[in-house]
């Protein structure tokens, strides 16, 4: 059974940073890129970043580039999202997920951890 578990949110000041991280479980993690996502409360889930299986490749939202990054340990099947300059706009549940295959569609998703920045 394939599992990703997010961690790492919580309540942080405008200007600080947080690091999230989601666990895998259940399959060859080097065989999937991994994504992270966030939905805003009355809002859609937006995509943030992606990293490929290998972590040479990323792609960012244009949203959070300068201020998020994304990396990966194939070893520890752990990929995390390290968020600087954090604003109150970032205020969402962020979502990790994982791919097969390069696409729109991701295969599976986490259960999201919350992250509240205050102004």
């Known amino acids: 059974q394939v599992q990703l578990i997010e961690s790492g949110g919580g309540l942080v000041q405008a200007g600080g940073s947080l690091r999230l991280s989601c666990a895998a479980s259940?399959?060859?993690?080097?065989?999937?890129?991994m994504g992270w996502f966030r939905q805003a409360p009355g809002k859609e889930r937006e995509f943030v970043l992606r990293?490929?299986?290998?972590?040479?490749?990323?792609s960012y939202a244009d949203s959070v580039k300068g201020g998020f990054t994304i990396y990966r340990n194939n070893f520890k099947s752990t990929v995390y999202l390290q968020m600087n300059s954090l604003k109150p706009e970032d205020t969402c549940v962020y979502y990790c997920a994982d791919q097969r295959t390069i696409g729109p569609s991701y295969d599976n998703w986490g259960q999201g951890t919350q992250v509240t920045v205050s102004s």
């Open positions: 990293i490929g299986w290998s972590g040479v490749r990323a």
């Open positions: 259940g399959r060859t993690f080097s065989d999937y890129a």
